[in-house]
């Protein structure tokens, strides 16, 4: 038998909802609703790489170097892709 269900501390909490939001905003468009700005995916990513950031600075076991890395790559892929974007 297990514990009592433990509950998220509040960066993790909010970092669950900004991958949430995130993934709703790509979701979308593949259900015929409109694309997302990237600089708001952009915008969101970093925030949820500042949160976790603030963890592993709390918690050393949190570091997840791969994770960081992974999150910048789709940060400037998606700011290339805005950069080149056509006008209009």
Known sequence: MTGPARRPDPLTAVSLVL??????LLL???LGGPLPS???IVLLLVAR???QFLRA?????LKRP???AF????????LW???NRPAG
């Not at 600075?57 to 076991?61: A, H, I, S, Y």
């Not at 910048?72 to 892929?77: A, F, K, T």
């Open 81 to 83: 892709t805005a950069a």
């Open 71 to 78: 999150d910048l790559i789709l940060i400037g892929l998606l």
């Open 66 to 68: 791969a994770a960081w």
């Open 19 to 24: 991958l949430a939001l995130i993934a709703v």
């Open 38 to 40: 990237p600089y708001l």
């Open 49 to 51: 790489l500042a949160l």
């Open 57 to 61: 600075r709390r918690d050393p076991g």
């Open 28 to 30: 979308v468009p593949l």
